[in-house]
Each structure stands twice: as structure tokens, then as C-alpha cells.
């Protein structure tokens, strides 16, 4: 068992439907993770009906008044930009980022979450009222967790104490070795790989879910996929970690030594959709994941640069390879790839990723 604790990487995945859920419902915990697009706070706007003193202000802090300006087919909310001191954030607002509602459009593809952890709820916009007010769904059967800019949606009761410990362990974290990286994600799951420069047993990648107790110190991992060169008999059981806020180290603290990875707005980051993961490490590695469950699930660990100016990655000297996935990144080892990295969205080769990790704003 002690050698999984010198794989593990990152990422959302094997995620699954609970039926008797609306269609919403569904499509949140389906996918299962967010980001806040901005928060709604009261402001009394001068001549403005109460029903329209709020003011939504974005994640950047540009703040807009609510049905400021005339609404239109395009802009069914009416921002108007306006120079006010941030109000108190009383909800906070995400987009489906899909046409869930089937009106073939996203006008409406929006949920509102109470910021009051103590009475939390939540709400779909369903449409605009014939005075003009938003018209929302029936509250939402929901749990969610939110940190930072990031949302954790759940099935009710299926955030838990062991879920709530997980997020001590939520980030990148590197071996002191250099070969092994791992990371965990707030909704339960993780990817791990392993790989080194001469022994290639047990080398490769690792998914699942985890849980860990703090009060313990006992991590229990669950196997979803296997590499193809990974030990199928891996061991049922839990192990024990010791870890503050920088570091993690595994047994009873003289095993393996383990470092937390900064977070930073940066290419330098973990990067992930919901069956592919890449982590371009801040000391030139690559690694890519591809476990959706497919014939080419895989494991890659190369080489890269990247240039600032141009956007591009260029690929070096692959490291390691299961050549399982067929379609991976190292298809020519010194050919460069178009990297367009817009904010928290990272379009690589023909994968079109999100930032896993998000700097608090």
C-alpha cells in the first residue's frame, strides 16, 4: 500500500446520476463542481423599486445595478455598471454553462446559493416576471461547499465530516523525490501517478475517491481505474498520513516527505475536464492523465516550455509512457502545441480545460 502514497495527481471523474432528482439537480451533481461567477448584495440605488436595489459584483470586483438599464433579449438581467462600495454578499451566482433548462438557450441557466452557511439554499432562474422580476425554481435539493471562487455541489447529508477533513488534504502536493505528485479534489475524487527514470514497475496511474479522518490521521483510498502497469491486488485498506499546512508525511511521519504546491494564477497549475487531467509543473514537467474509462485511458510524463509571448507549449523529451493512450500529447516529442490560456481556461492541443485550483480572490 505504501507505494500509492507516491502516486496520486487530479481530477473530477466516474461521477454518477441519483435518480428522482430534477433535470437541474441532476446536472449539478453531475458534474459537481463550479466556479462563482460573482455575488449578489442589496444596494439602494436612487429611484430604483426595491425589488431591483441589488447589485451583482464579479469575482474582478466591477459591480452592476440590477436591471439598471432596460433589459433586452440579449441582456435579460440589465446591468449597469456603476462606481459603489462592494455590498454585503447575500448570494452567490454560477452559470450550468449549458443549456440544462432545454429552452434552447442559457438566459436562464443560472443558480443563486445563499451565503448563509447556517440556512443554505438554493435556486435555479426560471424566467422575468411580467413586472420585471426574476422568477426562480422550487428550492433546490442540494448540499454545497463553497471555497474561494470554487463550488462543491452534493446530494443532501453527502457532504460529511470525513468530506468536510478532505479539504485539509484539497491541492497539488510533490514528492521530495521529484517523481511523485499527487493531488485531491474537494469533491472527494483524486488521481494519482507514479513514474522514475529507470524502474518502470508500478509505475503509472491511479483514480478514485477518497476519505480521511483528521482526528485519525486515516486516509482511505477507493480504485475506480488502474494503469496497466499497476498492481490490480492493491490492498483494501487505509493508511496513515501526518500533515499541516506545507507538508504531508506518510506512516508514522519517516516515511515519504511530501511538499504543498502553491496555487497561483499562473500556466503552472493543474488543469482538468472531466476525463483528462494535465499538470505542468513549475519545474518544467508534464503530466497527463486520460481515465474516462475508455481503451485509451493512459499516463504520460514529459518535458515542456512555454512561451509567455506566443502562448505555446513546446514539448521535449518524453519521460515516461504506458502507451496505452493512443491519443495522447507526446504524439511527435519535439513538436510544439497551441497552449491559449485565457484566465482560469486553458485550451491545449483539442482539450479545452479548466484550472483545478483557483487563487482566491
Known amino acids: 500500500m505504501q507505494y500509492l502514497v507516491k502516486l496520486l495527481t487530479t481530477i473530477t471523474l466516474f461521477s454518477s446520476f441519483v435518480y428522482g432528482y430534477t433535470v437541474t439537480e441532476d446536472a449539478l451533481m453531475s458534474q459537481k463542481k463550479y466556479t462563482i461567477s460573482g455575488t449578489f448584495g442589496q444596494h439602494d440605488f436612487s429611484g430604483a423599486e426595491s425589488a431591483f436595489d ?118 497539488n502536493w510533490a514528492g521530495i523525490e521529484g517523481y511523485n505528485t499527487f493531488s485531491f479534489f474537494e469533491d472527494g475524487s483524486f488521481i494519482a501517478t507514479r513514474y522514475s527514470d ?95 474509462g475508455g481503451s485509451g485511458d493512459g499516463f504520460e510524463a514529459g518535458s515542456y516550455t512555454y512561451n509567455s509571448s506566443s502562448k505555446e507549449i513546446r514539448l521535449g523529451a518524453v519521460i515516461y509512457d504506458d502507451s496505452v493512450s493512443a491519443n495522447g500529447l507526446y504524439g511527435s516529442s519535439s513538436s510544439s502545441i497551441s497552449a491559449l490560456l485565457n484566465g482560469n481556461t486553458l485550451v491545449l492541443k483539442n482539450l479545452m480545460l479548466e484550472r483545478a485550483f483557483i487563487v482566491s480572490p
Do not use: C
Not at 474582478?60 to 432596460?70: C, D, F, V
Not at 454553462?97 to 434552447?104: A, F, L, Y
Not at 506545507?246 to 503552472?268: A, F, H, K, W
Open 198 to 292: 529507470d524502474e518502470k514497475t508500478n509505475d503509472g496511474a491511479v483514480a478514485g475517491t477518497y476519505r480521511y479522518e483528521s482526528s485519525t490521521g486515516q486516509l482511505w483510498l477507493d480504485m475506480d481505474y488502474i494503469g496497466s502497469n499497476l498492481d490490480e491486488n492493491i490492498p483494501d485498506e487505509s493508511i496513515t498520513i501526518i500533515i499541516d499546512a506545507y507538508s504531508m508525511r506518510t506512516g508514522d511521519g519517516e516515511d515519504e516527505l511530501y511538499y504543498r504546491q502553491p496555487v497561483s494564477n499562473s500556466i503552472e497549475a493543474t488543469w482538468h475536464d472531466t476525463s483528462n487531467i494535465v499538470m505542468l509543473l513549475d519545474d518544467g514537467r508534464l503530466l497527463y492523465v486520460e481515465a474516462d
Open 54 to 171: 441589488w447589485a451583482f459584483t464579479t469575482s474582478k470586483g466591477t459591480s452592476y445595478q440590477l436591471q439598471g438599464n432596460a433589459p433586452t433579449d440579449s441582456d435579460v438581467f440589465g446591468w449597469k455598471e456603476v462606481s459603489i462600495a462592494t455590498p454585503t454578499p447575500a448570494w452567490y451566482m454560477f452559470s450550468l454553462g449549458s443549456d440544462v433548462d432545454g429552452d434552447g438557450n442559457q438566459k436562464f441557466d443560472w443558480v443563486l446559493l445563499s451565503t448563509n452557511e447556517s440556512k443554505k439554499s438554493a435556486y435555479k432562474l426560471a424566467g422575468v416576471a411580467g413586472n420585471g422580476t426574476f422568477e426562480y425554481s422550487s428550492k433546490l435539493n442540494i448540499d454545497y461547499r463553497v471555497s474561494g471562487s470554487s463550488i462543491t455541489i452534493a446530494k443532501i447529508g453527502g457532504l460529511d465530516d470525513s468530506t468536510a477533513d478532505g479539504a485539509l488534504l484539497v491541492g
